[in-house]
């Protein structure tokens, strides 16, 4: 018996509990927040939408290995594994709404002491939203090995052909603008992602001692568009060619890992006391010192797993 899963379903099969068990959690305790008049609470919620948010990179990415390793399997139906793919990516991209104005609206805790008055109501309906589509993606999940159980299954009939995701690989493919604007909006959006975790390590480590930190503060929803531009154009090139980018085990897997735990500790930089605390002229300290060189060896880590892609492919 394997102490760690050996294969994509069993990744999947564990993983998927996250956002679908998680979302209910924190959308409980987002809903409590507000019955209690708790604001503790309220952040919680909003940190865990935006983990999970994150954690929903790799479930995605699993999903679509698993597909291509059981989509042959004797008595798995191709059209609603397609039908499950298609839902899984409206899931994905509702909860990765939700996490990033959760994110948005811990920023703005931060900045101003309160988010602005759109901002839990965009939540709350962007919440609701993911949790609908994540239901329908179970559903069609447990339909693909057994399909006699579920109504949703003769409502995949063609999706294999027609589907959503089939149609957003077909038009990446055929269009021969496409591929090349898409690299370009991706390198783009790590630069100035990149760019962002520099500045602000650099000032941890006392490099731009005499400013304080909350200048750079502003500093960080630019690089979350960055990062939020990598994972949606990441995401349609792993639509576009997943059975290549799946067989990539030694580099584009390592760099999911490290897109979801940068992700996370990018929180500290954002609502924790210690880095928001440092005043002109204040040393940081060593608990800061410590995440911000993780935190920038994590992303240069996925900017070298992402050059290495073609040469590291894997089997």
């Known amino acids: 018996m394997d102490l760690f899963p050996s294969s994509a379903p069993h990744w999947h099969l564990i993983l998927n509990h996250f956002p679908s068990v998680g979302l209910i959690i924190a959308f409980g305790i987002f809903l409590a927040s507000f019955y209690l008049r708790s604001e503790d609470l309220r952040r919680t919620s909003l940190v865990l939408f935006v983990v999970l948010a994150l954690l929903t990179i790799p479930t995605f990415v699993t999903g679509a290995a698993a597909r291509w390793q059981i989509q042959n399997d004797p008595g798995i139906s191709l059209d609603i594994i397609a039908a499950h793919q298609d839902a899984a990516l409206y899931a994905f991209m509702l909860v990765l709404l939700t996490g990033w104005l959760s994110w948005f609206a811990l920023w703005q805790y931060r900045r101003f002491t309160q988010p602005r008055r759109f901002m839990m109501p965009a939540i709350l309906v962007s919440a609701v939203l993911g949790l609908a589509a994540l239901v329908r993606t179970g559903n069609l999940g447990g339909d693909i090995n057994h399909p006699e159980l579920g109504a949703d299954a003769a409502m995949s009939a063609g999706a294999a052909a027609t589907g959503s995701t089939t149609s957003i690989m077909e038009w990446i493919l ?76 030694n580099s584009f897997y390592p760099k999911m890992a490290l897109i979801a735990i940068g992700g996370i500790a990018i929180l500290y930089f954002t609502v924790f006391d210690r880095p928001w605390g440092l005043k002109s002229g204040d040393d940081a300290p060593m608990v800061s010192k410590v995440v911000a060189a993780a935190t920038a060896a994590m992303w240069a880590g996925v900017i070298i797993y992402g050059r290495l892609l073609p040469y590291l492919e894997g089997g």
């Open 174 to 249: 055929a269009t021969a603008s496409s591929w090349p604007a898409l690299e370009a909006a991706h390198f783009a959006g790590m630069a100035v992602l990149f760019g962002v975790v520099v500045l602000i390590v650099a000032r941890v480590f006392g490099l731009a001692r005499s400013v304080p930190y909350s200048a750079f503060h502003r500093l960080l929803p630019l690089g979350v568009f960055g990062f939020m531009v990598n994972v949606i154009t990441g995401m349609l090139f792993f639509v576009a060619d997943s059975g290549r980018y799946t067989a990539m085990t």
